[in-house]
């Protein structure tokens, strides 16, 4: 497997993002597991880091790369 392209395919009613897709093969992927696979270093998820808000959320965020073209939508 190559480098995930992450695509936002299912939010909350409060616009935390709880379901994604992986653009290259289709594949989805929970909140949960994308979160689990960056923190255990899976390469595959290289281009993307979890960001933890004061009050405990995580979040996935794409690597500052200066582009737009690569970001999580």
Sequence with gaps: MSIMN?????QSESGLITRF??????YTFS???????????NPNYARYHTVTN????VYVRSNAD????NNIE
């Design 54 to 57: 004061p009050n405990g959320t």
């Design 31 to 41: 909140r949960e597991h994308v979160i689990d696979q960056i923190n255990n270093g």
């Design 6 to 10: 992450l695509k936002v395919i299912e």
């Design 21 to 26: 897709v992986n653009q290259d093969t289709g």
């Design 66 to 69: 200066g582009s737009k073209n």
